[in-house]
């Protein structure tokens, strides 16, 4: 069973438009929500995260929004620049301490120059 | 800071042997978390561990292994292995505090089982 379904599988994205990720969770005990990205070769890397009490979440040109009702969340990036171009994935975790994180299966953003 | 190191980064071993991957968390680190990474099915969690316990598992057969110690390091370990099991292993480091903390990963160790 996927716990967090994330959505479109590949994104093109021409350079200065805006790029954005959709995901949506079942298990509504999750109580925080990151976003990875990650570059060929790399770890992921921790982008920005939100807790279900926030709609809105901005870090620079990355914006997470959050409906809780529809359990869904999704990643705006502003002015995408060839920079950006990775893969990018939505998560899902309870705060226990146990920092066991389900992931979704994965964005590849390219942004055309 | 020196950050997660995952030791060796490529591997190629053949059905049937068995493989072992270590990873080095961040200084003062002590949960160190496994993730298995396929195209097909995304990233997995494998297995956390805490001060030399395994406090969580994921879905993975019994042929799946870790272990922590004294100073945090982990090692994971695959037996008898199988052609599905090639994939990127993942190893992320985390502080333990009252609220949630980021997990570091580290680049990980490309598995090719022939």
Same mark, same amino acid.
């Given at each position: 069973q996927q716990q967090v379904k994330q959505s479109p599988q590949s994104l093109i994205v021409?350079?200065?438009?805006?790029?954005?990720?959709?995901?949506?969770?079942?298990?509504?005990?999750?109580?925080?929500?990151?976003?990875?990205q990650q570059f060929p070769g790399k770890g992921p890397a921790l982008l920005i995260a939100i807790r279900p009490d926030v709609s809105e979440k901005k870090e620079g040109r990355f914006t997470i929004s959050f409906n809780k009702s !529809?359990?869904?969340? @999704?990643?705006?990036i502003m002015d995408s620049q060839p920079?950006?171009?990775?893969?990018?994935?939505?998560? !899902?975790?309870?705060? @226990?301490?146990y920092s066991t994180?389900?992931?979704g299966k994965g964005t590849m953003l390219l942004v055309s120059p | 800071?020196?950050?997660v190191t995952q030791t060796p980064r490529y591997l190629i071993k053949t059905r049937g042997q068995q493989v072992t991957l270590s990873c080095s968390p961040?200084?003062?680190?002590?949960?160190?978390?496994?993730?298995?990474?396929?195209p097909g099915q995304g990233l997995q969690f494998l297995f956390e561990y805490f001060s030399e316990t395994?406090?969580?598992k994921g879905n993975f057969p019994g042929r799946f292994s870790g272990r922590q110690f004294s100073n945090?390091?982990?090692?994971?370990?695959?037996?008898?292995?199988?052609?599905?099991?090639?994939?990127?292993?993942?190893?992320?480091?985390s502080r333990q505090g009252p609220d949630y903390n980021e997990q570091f990963f580290g680049p990980g160790t490309r598995l090719t089982v022939l």
């Amino acid at each position: 069973q996927q716990q967090v379904k994330q959505s479109p599988q590949s994104l093109i994205v021409q350079k200065g438009g805006i790029s954005i990720i959709n995901c949506a969770y079942e298990n509504t005990a999750f109580d925080y929500f990151p976003w990875y990205q990650q570059f060929p070769g790399k770890g992921p890397a921790l982008l920005i995260a939100i807790r279900p009490d926030v709609s809105e979440k901005k870090e620079g040109r990355f914006t997470i929004s959050f409906n809780k009702s !529809a359990k869904q969340f @999704s990643l705006h990036i502003m002015d995408s620049q060839p920079g950006d171009s990775a893969t990018y994935f939505c998560a !899902a975790t309870i705060i @226990s301490g146990y920092s066991t994180l389900t992931f979704g299966k994965g964005t590849m953003l390219l942004v055309s120059p | 800071k020196a950050g997660v190191t995952q030791t060796p980064r490529y591997l190629i071993k053949t059905r049937g042997q068995q493989v072992t991957l270590s990873c080095s968390p961040i200084s003062g680190h002590r949960s160190v978390s496994w993730y298995q990474q396929t195209p097909g099915q995304g990233l997995q969690f494998l297995f956390e561990y805490f001060s030399e316990t395994q406090r969580n598992k994921g879905n993975f057969p019994g042929r799946f292994s870790g272990r922590q110690f004294s100073n945090s390091r982990s090692e994971m370990n695959v037996s008898t292995l199988e052609l599905g099991d090639s994939a990127l292993y993942l190893c992320a480091s985390s502080r333990q505090g009252p609220d949630y903390n980021e997990q570091f990963f580290g680049p990980g160790t490309r598995l090719t089982v022939l």
